[in-house]
């Protein structure tokens, strides 16, 4: 199969969306965002062997390479538009082609952000992704926004796909189930959208946690100019797995490392005014998301964890970092 008829089997869809005026197939796609908003763009970049395993399950990997993505749209609070895929193939496998494809296009269509445009080419497996979205001007989220005083909250969950890793790498051994259930979350990340853009306007800086929490969060404090305490008996049961995983023994220094530092997690870490506390409860029930305070943000920079009793804990976290 040649590379034009690879692109129109597997990637050419008729966008249905009213912003996409024009889609696959001609030099360049024609975006019509809502008069008056502002673009949010981003891109990620995947490879073989340094973000996903090589033979990886191809419909979990369309949607991953998707999920990152519009996990960076849901951090900025805006809303998805579109998408461009950049590919290289080291042949051309229909079975897997097929796979990548519905699960990056079943994602595409529950987020309402349409396949543009892309390149195709002959190389190492690569699956770089480039979304675009939409945001009301000022209402964007940024990492520069948390102000002491803030509180810290994030969504969802934390450390169980770390768990999942630590153990498809051998490090730690758990039963069939409570590793099929972390690596869920591993392997096909749910991007906070709905979450981002009901907080727009309401928290006063954000980031999703790609990298692991206080990597991540240092990002926020650094361009905040701030510091945070966090509360770790807070933030430790924010690992769905928990009980599960210390009944099998992974002891709790890892467990910790996994919720505070481990990265692939892909919810969105927050800050917002204690006067607000009712308006996150309300954009987090509207969503279906659950949120949970775990610290607040200070004028001494650094973080501050504390455990039992408000004990300070010490430990290094180290986060990702690929060229640490
Ligand atoms: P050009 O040579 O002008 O860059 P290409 O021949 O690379 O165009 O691509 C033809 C059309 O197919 C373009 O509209 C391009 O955006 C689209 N396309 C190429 N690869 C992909 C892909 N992997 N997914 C979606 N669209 C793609
Ligand atoms: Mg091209």
Redesign the pocket.
């Known amino acids: 199969m040649g ?2 008829e ?2 129109d089997r ?3 869809r008729t966008a249905a969306s009213p912003q996409v005026a024009l ?7 024609l975006l019509q965002p809502t008069p008056g908003r502002q673009l949010a763009v981003s891109t990620d970049l995947l490879l073989e062997g340094r973000h996903f395993f090589p033979g990886a399950d191809p419909r979990a990997l369309g949607h991953k390479a998707l999920a990152v993505n519009l996990s960076d749209l849901a951090a900025c609070g805006a809303r998805p538009l579109a998408f ?4 290289a193939l080291p042949a051309v496998d229909e079975t897997w082609l097929a796979g990548l494809s519905q699960g990056l296009l079943a994602l595409a269509d529950a987020s309402g952000c349409a ?6 080419t002959r190389g190492p497996l690569a699956i770089g992704i480039t979304v675009f979205g939409e945001v009301e001007p000022g209402k964007a989220l940024l990492r520069s926004g948390a102000r002491a005083g803030d509180d810290l909250y994030v969504s969802g969950s934390l450390g169980d796909a770390r768990l999942a890793l630590e153990a498809l790498q051998g490090r730690i051994e758990l039963p069939p189930g409570l590793l099929a259930s972390a690596r869920q979350r591993l392997d096909t990340p749910q991007p906070r959208l709905a979450l981002g853009q009901a907080l727009a306007g309401v928290a006063t800086a954000a980031i999703d946690v790609s990298d692991g929490l206080l990597g991540d969060l240092g990002h926020v404090l650094k361009q905040s100019n701030v510091g945070a305490t966090v509360d770790t008996l807070a933030a430790l049961p924010l690992l769905d797995n928990l009980q599960a995983a210390r009944a099998a023994g992974v002891d709790e220094s890892l467990l910790l490392q996994c919720v505070l530092a481990g990265g692939d997690d892909y919810e969105l870490a927050f800050t917002a005014l204690p006067s607000h506390r009712d308006a996150v409860a309300t954009a987090a029930k509207a969503t279906n998301t659950r949120v949970t305070r775990i610290g607040s943000i200070d004028s001494q920079p650094g973080v501050r964890l504390l455990g039992a009793g408000g004990q300070p804990v010490h430990g290094r976290f180290a986060s990702f970092d690929h060229f640490a």
């Open positions: 590379e034009f690879l692109i597997y990637f050419r889609g696959v197939g001609d030099d360049c796609a461009t895929l950049a590919l396949l543009v445009g892309g390149d195709t």
